[in-house]
């Protein structure tokens, strides 16, 4: 599996938004990856939604993760799938998705990073790395310090997540991270696709410090 050189946008959809519409924007503001999260919402809509974001991934060449749901990941043919600490392990994944699709999963210390490396993911999600109100957590956001350190350990991508904004993704590039993954900052701007776009210009700036 091929990541793009450049630093990944990772766009998440957002519980309070209709996804297909949001991903979309996303997409047009150039996100790499479009992740279909929702927590709530029955597998039938999620398969519907799924099915057609899909599509509109392949338009704009970017690739299309579904987080927690491997068996909807798989029946729509969906790029890959996005898995929690709590949820299947990469290695079980594997065995269903096979060598070709992406498996990412969330991790939070740079033992749980090295961790799902050696369980074959293909990127981890490393974060929260500022404090952020798209979801609970009760521990305390990890820092860009973790972060540096533990991208320095990894060889597959790590994807910063968690407090990401304009103002400080050039900065979580800088530090070594892949890409970046983001809700609010792409969600709650009242142009999603100018948010996106501003976001990718400035992670390649990250790329220059
Ligand atoms: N996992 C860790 S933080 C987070 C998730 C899904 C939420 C990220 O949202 P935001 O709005 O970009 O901080
Ligand atoms: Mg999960």
Not at 66 to 89: M, S, W, Y
Not at 111 to 130: C, N, R, T
Not at 165 to 173: G, H, K, M, S, T
Not at 190 to 197: F, K, L, S, V
């Amino acid at each position: 599996m091929m990541f793009p050189s450049r630093p990944m946008l990772c766009v998440i959809t957002d519980e309070e938004l209709p996804p297909v519409t949001f991903a979309r924007q996303a997409l047009w503001g150039g996100a790499t990856i479009l992740q279909l999260r929702n927590k709530t919402a029955s597998g039938r809509d999620l398969c519907r939604w799924s099915e057609a974001i899909l599509p509109l991934t392949r338009q704009h060449n970017a690739l299309f993760i579904v987080n927690d749901r491997l068996d909807i990941a798989l029946a729509t043919g969906a790029d890959g799938v996005h898995l929690g600490q709590d949820d299947l392990p990469a290695t079980v994944a594997r065995k269903l998705l096979g060598p070709d699709r992406i498996i990412g999963v969330s991790t939070g210390t740079r033992e749980e990073a090295l961790q799902a490396e050696k369980e074959g993911a293909d990127y981890v999600g490393f974060g929260h790395i500022f404090p952020t109100g798209s979801k609970d957590k009760p521990l305390p956001p990890v820092g860009t310090r973790a972060l540096q350190e533990t991208a320095s350990l990894l060889s597959i991508p790590l994807i910063a997540i968690g407090g990401i904004q304009l103002e400080n993704a050039r900065r979580v590039i800088s530090c070594g991270a892949s890409g970046i993954a983001v809700i609010s900052a792409v969600s709650r701007h009242p142009d999603p696709r100018i948010a996106a776009e501003a976001l990718v210009r400035e992670m390649a700036e990250g790329m220059l410090l």
